[in-house]
């Protein structure tokens, strides 16, 4: 059974960093791509990152850009999302994504989802 388990999020002042984490079992971590979603209240979803599993490269949206950073660690089966210079407007639950192949795009939907975690940018 593919389970992903967020943590890390919270209550952070604007200018703030985070760092998410998602634990992922049920399948070969290192074998697939994999990404960060987000859902702001009231608002559709948005995909922000994802990594590649073999090379390891990475894409983001716009809106994170130069901001986040997305990492994997495939020998602890972890993923993980930098934040970085956190904006009111990044306040959203944050999820993470498998995705079927081993190759990220935007374009592509996720496969399997985690339960999310809760980010709040305020003061």
């Known amino acids: 059974e593919v389970q992903l388990v967020e943590s890390g999020g919270g209550l952070v002042q604007p200018g703030g960093s985070l760092r998410l984490s998602c634990a992922a079992s049920g399948f070969t971590f290192s074998s697939y791509a994999m990404s960060w979603v987000r859902q702001a209240p009231g608002k559709g979803l948005e995909r922000i990152s994802g990594i590649n599993s073999g090379d390891g490269s990475t894409r983001y949206a716009d809106s994170v850009k130069g901001r986040f950073t997305i990492s994997r660690d495939n020998a602890k089966n972890t993923l993980y999302l930098q934040m970085n210079s956190l904006k009111p407007e990044d306040t959203a639950v944050y999820y993470c994504?498998?995705?079927?192949?081993?190759?990220?795009?935007?374009?592509?939907?996720?496969?399997?989802w985690g339960q999310g975690t809760q980010v709040t940018v305020s003061s």
């Open positions: 994504a498998k995705h079927k192949g081993s190759y990220y795009s935007f374009q592509s939907s996720p496969e399997y």
